[in-house]
């Protein structure tokens, strides 16, 4: 018997808020990695390693062009990693407090990580991502134009800060001079600089600001490449094999390895996890 139209429609939505909800069930349980290795290899591979599934996309002569494999770290420390970002009473995982200038900053004697990236790169999602395991952590978003951005610092228990930066794009470089790059030519304990690029359109002119910086201080940093779930695999390719040439011949300081990213199925979010244990470190 044919469904009358309008029931047919209704299904059809319930049928996709299904499907939809259980998709992200199923992302919200790749917060924890216990959960990831239940998964197949390729699929747990495909998330875990990112730089690999899209390096199998290559001939095997231009693999080279690709650095997959400087940090590869085993399950063990990934797994191992995990509980640096995990909360309970022995880890408290907490926003700290905000700054405008370097003066108004804690003074901590932990190693400290910073992130910086363009506005609307991905960077409040991307922290939301990597502090998924501590949920109670509120990641402050500050987006109305002409409100003065701050730098936001939040304490990974004994093990390491991490500093939120103003996006960039919106009235820099003034932002910039006074506070951004004093911060980063200043702060005795940053250890590393990840530096957020859209993976979807490559690095931007307002990008060069913030990797001329990086060089001009000699600051170790690296290339976090976001939203990566947006765009088709040939594009990703493309645009990653640009990005990986651009940090070969044009940098310094810059971390050979890409880290890709999506916040949204959390691809490259526990390799990244990892890499900040072991840079910070905590990993051993
Ligand atoms: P910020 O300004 O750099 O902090 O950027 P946000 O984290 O606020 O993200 C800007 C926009 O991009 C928002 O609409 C997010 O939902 C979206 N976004 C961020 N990360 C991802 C991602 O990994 N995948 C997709 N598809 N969208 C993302």
Not at 24 to 43: D, G, I, N, Y
Not at 68 to 82: G, M, N, R, Y
Not at 126 to 135: E, R
Request: proline share 6%.
């Amino acid at each position: 018997m044919a469904v009358p139209r309008p029931l047919q429609a209704t299904r059809t939505i319930f049928e996709v808020l299904a499907a939809l909800g259980r998709w992200s069930r199923a992302c919200s349980t790749f917060h924890a990695f216990t959960e990831v290795l239940r998964l197949p290899k390729r699929q747990m591979t495909k998330l875990v390693f990112p730089l690999q599934e899209l390096e199998r996309q290559l001939t095997p002569d231009s693999r080279l062009d690709l650095h997959v494999k400087i940090f590869d770290p085993s399950l063990e420390d990934i797994s191992k990693a995990e509980s640096v970002f995990t909360a309970s009473a022995r880890n408290r995982i907490s926003y700290l407090c905000s700054a405008v200038r370097l003066d108004h900053a804690p003074d901590l004697p932990s190693p400290e990580i910073c992130f910086i990236g363009r506005s609307n790169v991905g960077k409040s999602s991307l922290i939301k991502a990597l502090f998924s395991l501590a949920p109670e952590v509120e990641v402050r978003v500050s987006k109305k134009p002409g409100h003065t951005k701050k730098m936001n610092f939040f304490k990974v228990g004994k093990y390491f800060t991490l500093v939120d930066m103003p996006g960039y794009g919106y009235r820099a470089p003034e932002d910039f001079v006074d506070m951004v790059e004093t911060y980063l030519k200043e702060r005795r304990n940053l250890m590393r600089t990840f530096l957020l690029v859209d993976s979807g359109v490559g690095i931007q002119k307002t990008d060069n600001i913030a990797i001329e910086m990086c060089e001009e201080f000699a600051l170790p940093y690296v290339m976090v490449l976001t939203k990566t779930d947006k765009s088709s695999k040939g594009h990703l390719l493309k645009q990653v094999l640009q990005i990986q040439k651009f940090v070969d011949r044009e940098t310094q300081g810059c971390f050979p390895q890409l880290f890709p990213v999506s916040s949204v199925t959390y691809s490259g979010i526990h390799l990244l996890r990892c890499f900040i244990a072991s840079i910070t470190g905590n990993l051993d």
